[in-house]
């Protein structure tokens, strides 16, 4: 049982570890919103996950945010035009 309860606890930690690591600022080179840090991160990671490659551009223009970087991908979010953004829809191409 002592086994099982360390292999478990072992998990556990590793899992947490991993996880704290795989949290990093994404590398944001040119950004006009008046959004919070916290929401432009989220934002940029929404776009990585989608394929824009860091360092990301985020230019917002009548509630859509248009984000690039260095790759050819390019993702346009419908945020609204309110102090903090609501998604309403995200095409990447």
Request: net charge positive; aromatic share 2%; charged share 15%.
């Amino acid at each position: 049982m002592n086994k099982l309860i360390r292999n478990g606890l072992m998990f556990s930690v590793s899992m947490l570890l991993a996880m704290s690591a795989g949290a990093k600022d994404i590398k944001i080179d040119g950004n006009n919103t008046s959004y919070a840090p916290e929401e432009v991160q989220k934002l940029a990671s929404t776009a990585v996950k989608m394929g824009v490659k860091e360092p990301l551009n985020m230019n917002l223009a009548a509630g859509n945010l248009t984000v690039s970087g260095a790759s050819s991908t390019k993702c346009v979010i419908k945020v609204g035009t309110g102090q903090t953004p609501q998604i309403a829809g995200i095409s990447c191409k």
